[in-house]
């Protein structure tokens, strides 16, 4: 009999359709069957080993909830028996009138067992899931939005570590950190088999990226570094594992039911017994060439738009051209930001609410199927050839055929309709906005490394960038530059929207920042604001505390000014300043949209008197009326 090993987890939901995410133990039929009688089946796929299923389920009602349980083979698996949390439940949006509730963070190592002291304090998604199960009338988000650090393959647990230690001798690289993939499905069971966390996620849908840790920290860094981990005998497998794991535990949830149906490596990899050297296959194509794959993804919850967008793997590394973002993938996000706004709608891709779009001939999990040659338009250079990139139509298509059709809606007409969105949320892991200081000895770096004070200042530019984690959108000016000015051309006009919201995590802290465009410099009509709220739940150095406190002071910012002008770097196109923060702790940020206002709020997990935790409110502003 197949046994449920892991999940579910809700993931893409709109008003009539969703699909939940499961592991079996063998391979069989998994089947979600709703009370309200809509459902859905499918065989599940094997990699390594595992096998999986993404379940589609259709005949949803749009404004309804239903209760769904889970079954493989036709034996009930879900919920599990004498479980003490109230039913999972699909909750189908109407996108009418009511809000749109978007939660969000990233870093979260995965909580000690019940029994053990938590090192770093109560995990802000155990007490989130505490609340919700407490009172299942309680407001809960529509959304959940992890932006990076899942699972920490270089940094394990104790009890990781003894697994690891019963398996292979820890002396051998990559010591307690993990090796293939069988090491990173231990990390996922360790993660969302937490009791309370199984739950939450099981009855709220969530969009995922990776950042540095879901592979290693401060991957792509520099070209430097890249040379000298392909260099180091571990490094490929770790890649290619960590790539394959993502892609099955959290990238494939990102996407809805029809882009999924017409995935050509989705339908590869279900189609033979044994899927797994058709993914590696496809993890070695993304490791030789990034350009050929796309992890960015955009999602529309009514008339809010959310793109989630990779800056770990999408990078141009080239020191005289260093990008953030390759310019095909700057190019997909400006014509996602710029979709169904007037004449810009005309070529590009449709957008039905809820809607994964995909541009540029290339669908939102890969560009190319694998082993396919990249499209043409793929582009090797940075930030100078984004001007040409962004230029070029898009080619629509259908997913991983590059040069396909135009692009359609899902309902499969030609997508030229004006769908403007009332608010703009744009999910990268690391933060656009941070203290002055840091963002200016990051550019500092920037020039050391591409050699603008010579090869000395440069070696140690490199060594210096590696140790102090010196990699964020500041590390990256033309890219820096590129995202500001995107930021206001989308944000004016009688069709901007009210509010354009970077949201970020990484820093281990939570803080809001705002910029200002420069007198006589257009600036948008939308309120843009950096939100970044992190971690879920992880440690929080005192070096933390005292560095970020001191970086938005204004010493600080006197001496990031100094390093500056050590590297010739000038002044950013815009100024910001921190108008919340920062806190420190185990948090989640909330947005609630409703039409065109929003409001944010940001709880923290607290310890309780006498034993438990609970999520406190630290702060709740209005940010559009």
């Keep these: 009999m197949a046994r449920l090993r892991l999940g579910p987890l809700l993931r893409y939901v709109d008003g009539s359709s969703a699909t939940v995410w499961v ?21 599940t796929f094997q990699i390594a080993g595992h096998h999986y299923a993404l379940i589609p389920v259709t005949g949803l009602t749009p404004g309804t909830s239903t209760a769904y349980e889970v079954r493989l083979d036709g034996t009930t698996v879900w919920p599990l028996p004498g479980s003490p949390f109230p039913p999972s439940l699909i909750h ?3 996108y009418d009138h009511a809000p749109v509730r978007v939660a969000f963070g990233s870093c979260r190592w995965a909580a000690p067992p019940a029994d053990e002291k938590d ?22 988000p529509d959304v959940l939005v992890l932006l990076g650090d899942q699972v920490y393959a270089d940094e394990t647990s104790n009890a990781t570590r003894r697994w690891l230690a019963a398996r292979r001798d820890l002396k051998d690289p990559p010591g307690n950190e993990v ?35 879901d592979v290693i920290d401060d991957w792509n860094t520099s070209a430097a570094w890249l040379a000298d981990m392909r260099a180091t005998p571990w490094w490929r497998e770790r890649l290619l594992s960590g790539l394959m794991s993502y892609w099955v535990h959290q990238h494939l949830g990102n996407l809805p039911p029809e882009r999924l149906a017409a995935d ?10 044994d899927g797994t050297d058709v993914l590696r296959t496809f993890a070695a194509e993304a490791d030789a060439n990034p350009t050929s794959v796309r992890w960015s993804y955009r999602r529309d919850f009514g008339r809010v738009r959310l793109l989630m967008i990779d800056t770990r793997a999408a990078r141009v590394l080239d020191e005289t051209d260093r990008a953030m973002l390759a310019p095909g993938e700057h190019a997909w996000l400006r014509e996602q930001v710029l979709e169904g706004r007037g004449a810009d709608a005309a070529g590009t891709a449709g957008g039905r609410p809820d809607a994964v779009v995909a541009a540029s001939g290339a669908s939102d999990e890969a560009r190319t199927a694998p082993g396919a040659p990249p499209p043409a338009s793929a582009a090797q250079g940075g930030p100078d050839s984004m001007a040409k990139a962004s230029a070029r139509p898009a080619d629509g298509g259908t997913s991983g055929v590059p040069g396909g059709p135009p692009a359609r809606s899902a309902e499969g007409h030609a997508a030229t309709a004006r769908t403007p969105y009332d608010h703009l949320l744009i999910g990268t892991s690391l933060p656009w906005l941070l203290p002055h200081l ?37 590390a990256f000016p033309a890219s820096f530059d590129a995202l500001a000015s995107l930021i206001a051309e989308v944000g004016s006009g009688p069709e901007a929207p009210a509010t354009v919201c970077v949201l970020s995590g990484d820093v281990h802290h939570a803080y809001i920042a705002e910029p200002s465009w420069p007198q006589g410099a257009p600036a948008p009509d939308a309120r843009v604001l950096q939100l970044t709220c992190s971690p ?15 970086g938005w002071s204004r010493v600080g910012r006197a001496l990031g000014r100094r390093f500056a002008g050590h590297g010739g770097v000038p002044r950013p196109p815009i100024d910001w300043r921190r108008t919340g923060g920062p806190w420190f702790g185990n948090q989640l940020m909330t947005l609630t949209l409703r039409g065109r206002s929003a409001r944010l709020r940001l709880d923290q997990a607290r310890a309780e008197k006498g034993g438990g935790a609970r999520l406190r409110t630290v702060v709740e502003s209005e940010l559009a009326p």
């Design 23 to 43: 592991e079996a133990s063998r391979p069989c039929t998994a089947e979600v069957r709703c009370a309200d009688g809509a459902g859905g089946e499918t065989r």
């Design 92 to 94: 189908a949006p109407a």
């Design 119 to 140: 090192p770093v304090g109560p995990d802000a998604l155990d007490t989130l899931a505490a609340r919700l199960a407490s009172d299942p009338g309680a407001e809960r």
């Design 179 to 213: 090796a293939d993939y069988e090491e990173y499905t231990r990390l996922y069971y360790e993660s969302w088999l937490d009791p309370e966390v199984r739950w939450l996620l099981s009855t709220v849908p969530s969009c995922m990226i990776f950042d540095d840790h």
């Design 264 to 273: 050509p490596l989705y339908a590869a990899v279900r189609a033979t017994p």
């Design 438 to 474: 840091v963002h200016d000895a990051e550019a500092w770096n920037a020039a050391l490394c591409r050699g603008e004070r010579g090869p000395r200042w440069a070696r140690f530019g490199e060594d210096l960038r590696r140790r102090a984690d010196l990699e964020h959108w500041s």
């Design 536 to 550: 879920v739940h992880n440690s929080i150095p005192m070096s933390i505390k005292l560095g970020f406190h001191f």
